[in-house]
């Protein structure tokens, strides 16, 4: 007996292929197009030179010298590969000093270092959870949280965007489940820019007896006085239980790590499958990773921290300027957990706000959002364009980014450029959105 099905049929056939289609057809796709040269705020691709805004290297720390000499050194000493997973034979002491030098940034008791932040994530996630566990996620978290959470076999209860209410109505539900509870958000969410309000989620989760883990993916490197995150620039760094981190944006590597007490690690650590059964990092992933890490913790780390939220906030009020739909200045909570010296934060008449280095342009509709991107492309800025299913329907967006190494002219050029694109655009394809979301 044969099947007569092949599983192979759906590659052939399938919801994304028309649309893919179609978008190849008028060359449109914003995806998979080719670097020619390193993540700086100007890079080569495909024959021309493009202001980069849409790279999570935030600290521009990819071509800093100290960083190359860090994965230098670090190849030279332990070559190409470990060709092991760190149980058996992959775990140097570059691993060791990083996890120390983790725990100390994140001010946690340990730290252990995966070979990429998605497995990070699975690690916890899939580790610590079980079938008769519930796990509480926001609807924009990674999708590395939520693929953790679906290996786990735990209850999956996800609560709309930053919507307090519905996480706890969601945290009063999992009373009724019957197992553990875990809360898992993003600290500064990778599409929207926006972050969590971790104080109230902190206290919620205290009232209901959940576990907290914040990705700081985008947060660390980023955000605090220290540049150690959401959870310490909200000044809740000792109620959150767990932290994932990666690599891979401000610490212009690639890795991961989750963060935690000395008694969860140690488990993660003998359990994770994920990183007991992958091969560790290369040796210049990590050389680097440290490298970037002693440049954020030394007192260069501050002025990048600021350069690098100065820019976002030129960036968003420029695009606001010129008539694009970004999100406001997010306001945070005046409550004294804040904060309110970290880099980036400034006072205004209505209390503290922050720009995160993620700032979304609102498109709206996927096609439109494809054309202007293209457009921006063909004028000399890359951004990155998301569009449904990695945005809710009719929400696509193009989500610019900057680094601390942007200059003031390099970013004026590209809002010039956004400005010429977008009345050509118009004049061609109707309005584009120009409501700000509060
Ligand atoms: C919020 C978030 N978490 C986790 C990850 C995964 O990190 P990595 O690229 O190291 O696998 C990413 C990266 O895209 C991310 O944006």
Request: glycine share 10%; aromatic share 4%; proline share 9%.
């Given at each position: 007996m044969r099947t007569s099905i092949d599983i192979f049929a759906k590659v052939r056939d399938h919801e994304r292929g028309p649309v893919l289609a179609a978008a190849r057809q008028a060359d449109v796709v914003p995806y998979f197009h080719l670097l020619t040269s390193p993540a700086l705020p100007v890079v080569q691709m495909e024959g021309a030179e493009r202001i980069m805004l849409g790279s999570n290297n935030y600290l521009g720390l990819t071509g800093d010298e100290r960083v190359l000499k860090g994965a230098e050194d670090a190849l030279h000493r332990f070559g190409t590969g470990l060709t092991g997973s760190r149980l058996l034979n992959g775990t140097i002491p570059l691993h060791l000093e990083l996890e120390q030098e983790l725990a100390r940034w994140m001010g946690t008791e340990e730290a252990l270092v995966f070979s990429t932040g998605h497995q990070a994530n699975l690690g916890a996630l899939a580790t610590l959870l079980g079938p008769g566990d519930t796990v509480i996620v926001d609807s924009g978290n990674h999708a590395s949280i939520l693929d953790g959470c679906v290996l786990s076999r735990a209850k999956l209860r996800p609560f709309r965007h930053n919507r307090l209410e519905k996480l706890e109505k969601m945290l009063e539900r999992a009373q009724g489940d019957g197992g553990g509870v875990l809360v898992a958000v993003d600290g500064v969410f990778s599409m929207e820019g926006d972050i969590a309000p971790l104080g109230d989620i902190c206290e919620l989760c205290e009232r209901y007896g959940a576990r907290l883990l914040v990705d700081e993916a985008h947060g660390a490197g980023v955000l605090g006085a220290c540049g150690a995150g959401t959870a310490e620039l909200l000044g809740v760094a000792d109620r959150v239980d767990l932290r994932v981190g990666t690599f891979s944006k401000s610490l212009a590597s690639c890795g991961g790590y989750v963060a935690g007490p000395h008694e969860v690690i140690d488990y993660l650590r003998i359990y994770a499958r994920s990183f007991l059964f992958t091969a560790s990092g290369v040796p210049a992933a990590l050389g680097a990773a440290l490298g970037a890490l002693r440049v954020v913790e030394s007192e260069q780390g501050r002025v990048l921290l600021v350069r690098v939220l100065d820019n976002a906030r030129r960036l968003r009020?420029?695009?606001?300027?010129?008539?694009?739909?970004?999100?406001?200045?997010?306001?945070?909570?005046?409550?004294?957990?804040?904060?309110?010296?970290?880099?980036?934060?400034?006072?205004?008449?209505?209390?503290?706000?922050?720009?995160?280095?993620?700032?979304?342009v609102l498109v709206g509709d996927d096609w439109k959002a494809a054309l202007?991107?293209?457009?921006?492309?063909?004028?000399?800025?890359?951004?990155?364009?998301?569009?449904?299913?990695?945005?809710?329907?009719?929400?696509?967006?193009?989500?610019?980014?900057?680094?601390?190494?942007?200059?003031?002219?390099?970013?004026?050029?590209?809002?010039?450029?956004f400005a010429r694109v977008k009345s050509a655009f118009e004049a061609e394809h109707g309005p584009l959105p120009a409501a700000i979301r509060a």
């Open positions: 009020d420029g695009l606001q300027e010129r008539g694009f739909a970004v999100v406001a200045p997010q306001r945070l909570p005046e409550d004294g957990s804040v904060q309110a010296h970290a880099p980036g934060v400034h006072e205004d008449a209505g209390g503290h706000t922050i720009v995160t280095p993620i700032v979304p202007l991107w293209r457009a921006l492309y063909d004028a000399g800025v890359f951004v990155n364009t998301a569009l449904h299913p990695a945005v809710p329907p009719g929400g696509a967006l193009l989500r610019t980014s900057v680094m601390a190494t942007h200059d003031d002219a390099t970013l004026d050029r590209a809002l010039e450029i």
